[in-house]
């Protein structure tokens, strides 16, 4: 069957969250659409199930934990519909969601990715729909967020003055991405090398630099449970953080600026894993 969009969701021993995800993701798109797994080793079956009982899902093993860009990455390869939509697997979509981003895909015909409002299940906003994070309003934000969080910074890398408001943006969260194929192609996906973290930033930076926008559309909605892996592995997944923001950083700016900042993300990795502090991404 011909398809109008695939979902590809990057699966790690998903648990629950995985088929209320599906449930949620036939109320919210109307097109005909099919489902990659691109399953990173799970150990809990969820995938393997999911992909027996429902019709028009599809079970991609990597042989191991390739990253959440790389796994998206070899999704999107076996599929040629002319929309993906890359997901999280413990999100709620909520009904005609998709619908929602694919009628906004037509008022912005430039728009390479498009991504809805996120909220967390307490109804607090989850910040997508960011700037691009310039040196000094990245660092500022990464320095202060955690002890001022309604900093003059981060609520402008953050944008939080227009969450209500359908924009473009320097990036979009790639727990939720709605992706046209051919701007996808254009840039070659996400860069695997992050092997979590930052891939989202990155790949709208690159979006940007082809020509393509990044929409955020909030009346598209969905929410996000949340760290079903980085609650099993929190020190892991900040330490995952940390190396990828350096990998931005480094790819960016000239070497001794890039050491500095390298040297800074250091430091607060060691402060946050001494106080035992989960990590909030992709929040930072």
């Known amino acids: 069957m011909t398809v109008d969009l695939t979902a590809v969701v990057v699966t790690y021993s998903p648990g629950p969250y995985l088929d209320v995800l599906l449930d949620s993701l036939e109320r919210a798109c109307s097109v005909r659409y099919d489902v990659v797994l691109a399953d990173n ?104 967020s955690g002890v001022w969080p309604d900093n003059p910074w981060s609520r402008a890398y953050l944008q939080v003055d227009s969450l209500e408001t359908e924009r473009t943006a320097g990036w979009l969260s790639g727990a939720c991405l709605l992706l046209r194929r051919q701007a996808w192609e254009s840039v070659g996906g996400f860069d695997p090398d992050y092997f979590m973290y930052f891939e989202d930033v990155d790949l709208g930076e690159r979006l940007a630099r082809m020509g393509w926008l990044n929409i ?15 609650s099993r592995q929190p020190v892991e997944m900040l330490r995952a953080h940390h190396e990828s923001a350096a990998r931005y950083v480094t790819a960016r700016y000239p070497r001794p600026v890039a050491l500095a900042v390298r040297a800074g993300l250091r430091t607060r990795l060691a402060v946050l894993t001494r106080r035992g502090r989960s990590p909030e991404v992709p929040r930072e």
């Open 216 to 230: 955020y559309v909030p009346s598209s909605k969905v929410v996000h449970i949340g760290g079903t892996t980085t």
């Open 41 to 144: 080793g799970s150990q809990d079956g969820v995938p393997e199930r999911s992909a027996q009982d429902r019709t028009g899902v599809r079970l991609l093993r990597m042989g191991g934990n390739l990253g959440y860009g790389a796994a998206a990455n070899l999704g999107v390869s076996t599929t040629a519909a002319p929309w993906v939509l890359v997901l999280n697997p413990d999100l709620v979509l909520e009904p005609g969601s998709v619908d929602v981003l694919l009628d906004a895909s037509r008022r912005w015909p430039r728009a390479g990715a498009l991504g809805p409002a996120i909220r967390d299940p307490d109804g607090s906003p989850y910040p997508t729909g960011r700037r691009t994070p310039s040196l000094v309003v990245g660092s500022l934000h990464a320095a202060l």
